[in-house]
Protein backbone atom coordinates (compact mmCIF):
# COMPACT_ATOMS: atom_id res chain seq x y z
CA UNK A 1 0.00 0.00 0.00
CA UNK A 2 1.09 3.53 -1.01
CA UNK A 3 0.23 6.61 1.45
CA UNK A 4 0.51 9.90 -0.34
CA UNK A 5 -0.06 13.15 0.67
CA UNK A 6 0.53 16.24 -1.08
CA UNK A 7 1.59 20.22 0.36
CA UNK A 8 2.32 23.56 -1.31
CA UNK A 9 -0.46 24.67 -2.53
CA UNK A 10 -1.81 28.36 -1.50
CA UNK A 11 -3.00 31.60 -2.43
CA UNK A 12 -0.76 33.44 -5.62
CA UNK A 13 -1.35 36.46 -8.02
CA UNK A 14 -0.76 35.67 -11.39
CA UNK A 15 2.72 35.25 -12.53
CA UNK A 16 3.93 33.91 -9.34
CA UNK A 17 5.06 30.19 -8.53
CA UNK A 18 4.39 27.72 -5.84
CA UNK A 19 6.04 23.97 -5.53
CA UNK A 20 3.77 21.44 -4.91
CA UNK A 21 5.26 18.17 -3.35
CA UNK A 22 4.36 14.79 -2.81
CA UNK A 23 5.05 12.62 -0.51
CA UNK A 24 5.11 8.67 -0.41
CA UNK A 25 4.99 6.63 2.86
CA UNK A 26 4.49 2.47 2.91
CA UNK A 27 6.46 1.74 -0.60
CA UNK A 28 9.31 2.89 -2.10
CA UNK A 29 8.25 5.41 -5.29
CA UNK A 30 11.17 4.34 -7.21
CA UNK A 31 9.37 1.49 -9.26
CA UNK A 32 6.14 3.87 -9.74
CA UNK A 33 4.91 6.28 -12.57
CA UNK A 34 4.05 9.26 -10.64
CA UNK A 35 1.45 11.58 -11.87
CA UNK A 36 -0.33 14.80 -11.36
CA UNK A 37 -3.57 15.97 -12.20
CA UNK A 38 -6.15 18.49 -11.20
CA UNK A 39 -9.78 19.50 -10.85
CA UNK A 40 -10.97 22.59 -10.75
CA UNK A 41 -14.40 23.53 -8.99
CA UNK A 42 -17.30 22.33 -11.49
CA UNK A 43 -14.69 20.26 -14.00
CA UNK A 44 -13.35 16.86 -14.36
CA UNK A 45 -10.33 15.72 -13.40
CA UNK A 46 -7.47 16.54 -15.95
CA UNK A 47 -4.19 15.04 -16.05
CA UNK A 48 -1.55 17.96 -15.30
CA UNK A 49 1.94 15.94 -15.74
CA UNK A 50 3.96 12.81 -15.59
CA UNK A 51 6.89 11.07 -14.72
CA UNK A 52 8.16 7.79 -14.94
CA UNK A 53 9.57 5.39 -12.83
CA UNK A 54 12.81 3.66 -12.46
CA UNK A 55 15.74 5.54 -13.62
CA UNK A 56 14.16 6.45 -16.92
CA UNK A 57 12.57 9.37 -15.77
CA UNK A 58 10.64 10.44 -18.77
CA UNK A 59 8.32 13.66 -18.60
CA UNK A 60 4.76 14.17 -19.67
CA UNK A 61 3.01 17.78 -19.52
CA UNK A 62 -0.74 18.75 -21.10
CA UNK A 63 -0.23 21.34 -23.54
CA UNK A 64 -1.69 24.21 -21.53
CA UNK A 65 1.46 23.94 -19.20
CA UNK A 66 4.10 23.07 -21.10
CA UNK A 67 7.60 25.67 -20.36
CA UNK A 68 5.62 27.02 -17.25
CA UNK A 69 5.33 23.57 -14.86
CA UNK A 70 8.07 20.74 -14.28
CA UNK A 71 7.71 17.55 -12.02
CA UNK A 72 10.48 15.42 -10.92
CA UNK A 73 10.98 13.00 -8.01
CA UNK A 74 13.83 12.82 -5.55
CA UNK A 75 14.01 9.13 -4.74
CA UNK A 76 16.35 9.85 -1.67
CA UNK A 77 13.27 11.39 -0.40
CA UNK A 78 10.73 9.27 -1.70
CA UNK A 79 8.81 12.87 -3.01
CA UNK A 80 7.54 14.11 -6.22
CA UNK A 81 7.12 17.15 -6.99
CA UNK A 82 5.57 19.97 -9.57
CA UNK A 83 6.92 23.23 -9.98
CA UNK A 84 4.29 25.55 -11.32
CA UNK A 85 5.70 28.96 -12.94
CA UNK A 86 4.19 31.56 -14.33
CA UNK A 87 0.83 30.95 -13.36
CA UNK A 88 -2.41 31.96 -14.91
CA UNK A 89 -6.39 31.72 -12.74
CA UNK A 90 -7.24 29.16 -14.71
CA UNK A 91 -4.20 27.19 -13.32
CA UNK A 92 -6.87 27.40 -10.03
CA UNK A 93 -7.84 23.92 -8.99
CA UNK A 94 -6.86 20.98 -6.35
CA UNK A 95 -4.16 19.48 -7.38
CA UNK A 96 -3.27 15.45 -6.82
CA UNK A 97 -0.63 13.65 -7.18
CA UNK A 98 -0.95 9.58 -8.12
CA UNK A 99 0.98 6.47 -8.39
CA UNK A 100 0.90 4.02 -11.04
CA UNK A 101 2.64 0.67 -11.80
CA UNK A 102 3.95 -0.66 -15.11
CA UNK A 103 3.16 1.32 -18.66
CA UNK A 104 2.90 5.38 -18.04
CA UNK A 105 -0.57 6.18 -18.85
CA UNK A 106 -1.89 9.43 -18.56
CA UNK A 107 -5.29 8.06 -17.61
CA UNK A 108 -6.43 8.65 -14.46
CA UNK A 109 -8.42 5.25 -14.16
CA UNK A 110 -4.73 3.48 -14.95
CA UNK A 111 -3.61 4.88 -11.54
CA UNK A 112 -3.60 3.18 -8.06
CA UNK A 113 -2.98 5.68 -5.14
CA UNK A 114 -4.13 9.04 -5.01
CA UNK A 115 -3.11 11.18 -2.75
CA UNK A 116 -5.79 13.72 -1.00
CA UNK A 117 -5.35 16.88 -2.67
CA UNK A 118 -4.05 20.98 -2.15
CA UNK A 119 -5.59 23.68 -3.65
CA UNK A 120 -3.89 26.08 -5.14
CA UNK A 121 -5.65 29.45 -6.21
CA UNK A 122 -4.55 31.29 -8.61
CA UNK A 123 -5.88 35.38 -8.17
CA UNK A 124 -5.84 37.71 -11.49
Known amino acids: QVRLVESGGGLVQAGGSLRLSCAAS????????MGWYRQAPGKEREFVAA?????????YYTNSVKGRFTISRDTAKNTVYLQMNSLKPEDTAVYYC????????????????WGQGTTVTVSS
Open 26 to 33: GRTLTTYN
Open 51 to 59: ISGWSAGST
Open 98 to 113: AAQLGILSTQATRYDY
